[in-house]
């Protein structure tokens, strides 16, 4: 099946550093990736859908100045987190989505434990 | 605008039950519809969707859900229960239409099953 990895899995940074997520799609090529971010025993908030080769289109409330999001190839999608600070901890997941028919379908990675001290 | 309604945070059963945990939707047009499973600290697992045809879809690890377009409900079922399926179950949905529709989740619920 589809895979989708993430790294890394789990990151502590000082506030004011940045910090960079990466999401590949490991045996498919993926035109379409999703970052959401989930606070503690909450669901999933989209943050940003990333198309390869264009600029990711940012959800209603998400600073796109702070969240930098690149999809420069096909199995590759980049988040990153600009000087970070301790509210930005949280739990962030990417999906794929594969190209294909309507019923095409996301596939999830394993999610980054963000900590800012 | 699509939205996804999980009515109950937690669900406790016991092992060996018949477990439900509810989900409700509102979508334009025809829904595509997911449950996910979510283990602490970890993305998020498929388990089963509806796209088209028969009402009852049958999915991983013993699970299933109900589509029922009169109640706009997609209740997520397993008839016995185990220990192991406690973990967090997100419902989704998406249009299913021309072009693509980003997935919307619902809150989640917890399910706790006791030995």
């Known amino acids: 099946g589809a895979v989708v990895s993430q790294h890394p899995s789990w990151v502590i940074c000082k506030s004011g550093t940045s910090v960079k997520i990466e999401c590949r799609s490991l045996?498919?090529?993926?035109?379409?990736m999703f970052w959401y971010r989930q606070f503690p025993k909450q669901s999933l908030m989209l943050m940003a859908t990333s198309n390869e080769g264009s600029k990711a289109t940012y959800e209603q409330g998400v600073e796109k100045d702070k969240f930098l999001i690149n999809h420069a190839s096909l199995t590759l999608s980049t988040l990153t987190v600009t000087s970070a600070h301790p509210e930005d901890s949280s739990f962030y997941i990417c999906?794929?989505?594969?190209?294909?028919?309507?019923?095409?379908?996301?596939?999830f990675g394993p999610g980054t434990r963000l900590t800012v001290l | 605008a699509q939205s996804v309604a999980q009515p109950e945070d937690q669900v406790n059963v016991a092992e060996g039950n018949p477990l439900t945990v509810k989900c409700t939707y509102s979508v334009s047009g025809n829904p595509y519809l997911f449950w996910y499973v979510q283990y602490p600290n970890r993305g998020l697992q498929f388990l089963l969707k509806y796209i088209t045809g028969d009402n009852l879809v049958k999915g991983s690890y013993g699970f299933e859900a109900e589509f029922n377009k009169s109640q706009t409900s997609f209740h997520l079922k397993k008839p016995s229960a185990l220990v192991s399926d406690s973990a967090l179950y997100f419902c989704a949905v998406r249009a299913l239409g021309s072009g693509y529709s980003t997935l919307t989740f619902g809150k989640g619920t917890m399910l706790l099953v006791s030995p």
């Open positions: 999906s794929a989505r594969a190209p294909g028919t309507r019923t095409d379908e996301q596939f």
């Open positions: 045996d498919f090529q993926a035109t379409t």
